[in-house]
């Protein structure tokens, strides 16, 4: 725990909504953050300065992808992820147990944990909670998730039970094994515990109270932005916003749309990620300030006006639409290099924008406009 506090710095007086300084060995990261996605130790296309200059705080790798390749041994034997992917801000690693639910065709749960194949070669491999937390020790990130089981929308209360009952059980083993893990000798990962329980309220808060004695400084919510309507999961964040522990950062897992972002925060979260706004900028999607555009449109291709006029991002001060339509027509990979340096720019500003509504006491103000614009209406 020496590495790693959390405070909050301020309440909005209209909304409650916070904002906060989480400390990290590598750095201070202040919320409401968005994490862009390295799932393979990179952020598609981008080099770590890009990173840097979208206003990035942290980013978050894959433990199932490195685990396959290169394999945790390797970023171990280069130092770390750190080193490896020549990244020194702080680093964010999920368990694998989400990849494991989505291969669901290829893998078997048992209490013990989960046999699977690999997606690439169909080699055989089974992850515990002790090989989950071994394998994030060889990673070296700063914050570390616990191995759980994720169910989908529409799962039995009966099913939802068992897996929430598993997932207490693998968090136990979690913290123990992270305990004497050599690398966390000096205190330098943080576990964060997931809560499950699907839609149902009663689990969600039954899981709630299990996962609490096991969160120092931080706690996710998990098995949400699944196959359920939006609706729903806010109705989800409501039920467990009166009852998340206020002195550590709440972290919704895969969740990354703009609208979302915001309805997030007004239900008490702290800290997101998603793979969306890249892969939809590799498809030809962006973000702007005037709602989302698909550059590929042949309404783009005599249009040389900037991408976002309220964006400062390279794409958009060098760019056109005409030109970005151009990139992706003729698939040339500048262009989806450009939309996702673009995405990511655009979401860490909305979070910058919404900070300073909750420090301005004026973020119900913030959430309502926003939510007229077309910035939240077309996802």
């Known amino acids: 725990m020496q590495n790693f506090s959390f405070k909050t710095t301020h309440i909005c007086a209209q909304s409650g909504a916070r904002t906060g300084e989480f400390f990290t060995p590598h750095g201070v990261i202040n919320t409401p953050v968005f994490m862009p996605v390295g799932t393979r130790a990179t952020v598609k296309s981008l080099t770590p300065y890009e990173i840097d200059d979208t206003g990035a705080q942290i980013i978050l790798a894959n433990t199932y992808h490195l685990m396959l390749r290169p394999g945790a041994d390797i970023v171990k034997q280069a130092g770390g992820l750190h080193k490896f992917m020549g990244y ?9 147990g989400f990849q494991v639910f989505s291969l669901s065709s290829l893998s078997k749960v048992t209490d013990d944990g989960v046999t699977f194949n690999s997606h690439i070669d169909g080699a055989k ?62 205190f330098k990962q943080i576990l964060f515990p997931i809560i499950q329980g699907n839609m149902y309220d009663d689990l969600r808060i039954e899981s709630l109270n299990k996962t609490i004695e096991f969160a120092k400084c931080g706690i996710a919510i998990g098995g949400l932005s699944v196959g359920e309507s939006k ?36 239900r008490g979260v702290d800290m997101y990620d998603c793979v969306l706004p890249t892969r939809v900028a590799r498809n ?21 006006s900037t991408l976002d006029p309220n964006c400062d991002c390279y794409a958009c001060k060098k760019f056109t639409k005409g030109y970005l339509r151009h990139l992706f ?51």
């Open 329 to 379: 027509n003729t698939d040339e990979i500048l262009g989806g290099r450009m939309l996702s340096l673009h995405n990511l720019t655009y979401l860490n500003r909305l979070m910058e924008r919404a900070r300073q509504a909750i420090k301005s006491d004026k973020f119900m103000d913030f959430y309502l406009s926003f939510k007229q614009s077309a910035e939240y209406n077309n996802f």
């Open 88 to 96: 020194d801000k702080p680093i964010l690693t999920d368990s694998g």
């Open 231 to 266: 609706d729903e999961m806010y109705r989800v964040l409501d039920c467990l916003k009166p009852h998340l522990p206020p002195q550590m950062p709440h972290y919704l897992m895969g969740v990354g749309s703009p609208d979302s972002l915001i309805e997030g925060i007004l």
């Open 125 to 186: 491999h089974l992850m515990t909670p002790e090989s989950a937390m071994q394998i994030q020790a060889d990673l070296g990130a700063d914050i570390v998730m616990a191995f759980d089981q994720c169910t989908a929308s529409g799962t039995s209360h009966k099913d939802a039970k068992i897996a929430l009952d598993r997932t207490i059980q693998w968090l136990d083993r979690c913290y123990k094994q992270i305990e004497k893990s050599s690398y966390n000798a000096d």
């Open 284 to 304: 030809g999607t962006a973000f702007t300030s005037l709602g989302p555009i698909t550059v590929r449109n042949g309404a783009y291709k005599s249009d040389f």
